[in-house]
């Protein structure tokens, strides 16, 4: 079992930049492939950036690509989710979860545990 609590969201300027962070609890951290996703009001929750096991591999969504950087730290069992220039339509709750197989999958149903949310606003 793995509990996932994200934290970093807020309100912010177009442009601007947030860092989010997702602490994990247990002691498997570094065996989970780790994601972040988001959902807007009214659409499907929706991939937006992946990291595998040792943190070499990464994966983005073509909308954050460029602008969003994910990273972990086994030693401290977070997951980090830097996003710059950001846009109005970032606007969403953003998750962290957390996957038991060792390879970057992208769908929502794929992904064993998962945190609570973050509210991230981007302002026009």
């Known amino acids: 079992q793995v509990q996932l609590v994200e934290s970093g969201g807020g309100l912010v300027q177009a442009g601007g930049s947030l860092r989010l962070s997702c602490a994990a609890s247990g002691r498997t951290f570094n065996t989970y492939t780790m994601g972040w996703f988001r959902q807007a009001p009214g659409k499907k929750r929706e991939f937006v950036a992946a990291i595998r096991r040792s943190g070499i591999s990464t994966s983005y969504a073509d909308s954050v690509k460029g602008r969003f950087t994910i990273s972990r730290d086994n030693a401290k069992n977070t997951v980090y989710l830097q996003m710059n220039s950001l846009k109005p339509e970032d606007t969403a709750v953003y998750y962290c979860?957390?996957?038991?197989?060792?390879?970057?999958?992208?769908?929502?149903?794929?992904?064993?545990?998962w945190g609570q949310g973050t509210q991230v606003t981007v302002s026009s």
């Open positions: 979860a957390a996957n038991k197989g060792q390879f970057i999958v992208t769908m929502t149903t794929t992904y064993d545990y």
